[in-house]
Each structure stands twice: as C-alpha cells, then as structure tokens.
C-alpha cells in the first residue's frame, strides 16, 4: 500500500520463458547409440563374473552376499563354519579374553547369538529388566566394599587409625 493508502498499481507483466526444443538431445542419443553398436567387442577381453552367493550366518543369522572362494576361507578359518563380518570380530574379541582359544570363543559366541535370537527378540522388554537387575547389582556390590564405614572384613591399607582415646589423657591434665 502506498503512504495515503492508495494501492500502486504493477506493470509488470509475466510471461512463461520460452520452450526449449529437444531435437539436439535426441540426436545426441542417437549417435551415441550408432557408435556403440558400431564397435565390435572382443568377448576374449571381458573377464568372468564370479557367480555371488547369499550365505546365512551361522550365529546370528544374518544374511550376506560372497563370492565362494570367500565362503571357503571363512569357513576354513572358523572351524567348518560360515559366520558374517561382525560375529568374526566378535569371536576375535573372544578369543583375545580367554587366551586363543578358537573353539572356546565360537561356541560362547554362538551361545551368546543363540540366547539372544531365542529369548531377547521375543522378549525385549524382560530383556531389559533383566539388563537392569544386572546393572543394580553390580553398583550394590561396588558400594558395599567402597563406601562402607566398617569395610566388612577388608583391610583398607594406608588410611590413619585410632589407636586409643585422648578423652584419658586431657582429663588427667585437667584433673593434676
């Protein structure tokens, strides 16, 4: 609105911008596609694709896409077992906490992956409770040896002890 409300009127007029013609990018494709057929292709020179497998882990079930000379090492390396990337790394970790033990390490991952699939998928929310009572318990066990005045039987080295009372000897200066 202008300063005395009068409405300004606009001469501005608005026109659609022009159509641009296609002709240039059908011919472009046009050509591209002679020139490819024009070539012949050497199938000598193209190499072979290795057919990818799908392949379920056997501790998690997860499913991946190998080739199967990368099935066979894995299963070669993990005692006839085909596991995926991430169960592999969490049997390493395993297998570094208990001393190298391969099969040891499998077997509790397995057993670890078999429990969860079973129970805590079907059941998150016990799961959680469960994760909880854990968690209580542990901080209970930590405050009970940590804050405790007495120390329920542990021995607190380098703190300063008591070894009689004082009250003996300011009574008798007080009272001699």
């Known amino acids: 609105m202008a300063p005395h409300g009068d409405t300004i009127v606009s001469s ?12 240039g990018l059908k011919r472009t494709m046009s050509d591209t596609s002679f020139v490819l057929t024009k070539e012949a292709i050497d199938i000598k020179s193209l190499t072979t694709i290795v ?12 499913v991946e896409e190998c080739t199967p000379e990368y099935m066979e090492k894995v299963n070669n ?3 006839g077992k085909w596991i995926c990337g991430l169960c592999s790394e969490a049997v390493n970790e395993e297998m570094e906490k208990n001393g190298g033990n391969k099969e040891e390490a499998l077997s ?17 929310v016990l799961r959680q409770a469960e994760a909880m009572r854990n968690m209580l318990k542990k901080t209970r066990l ?4 940590s804050i405790s005045p007495r120390g329920h039987g542990a021995v607190k080295k380098g703190g300063i002890t008591r070894s009689s009372s004082c009250i003996p000897a300011i009574t008798k200066e007080i009272n001699g």
């Open 12 to 23: 501005y007029t608005f026109s659609k911008p022009p159509r641009l013609s296609s002709d």
């Open 51 to 62: 057919e990818v497998v799908d392949a379920k882990c056997e501790c998690c079930g997860m």
């Open 77 to 79: 390396r993990f005692l």
């Open 108 to 124: 509790s991952h397995m057993n670890t992956c078999f429990r969860f699939n079973k129970l805590d998928r079907a059941y998150p």
């Open 142 to 145: 930590s405050r009970a040896t």
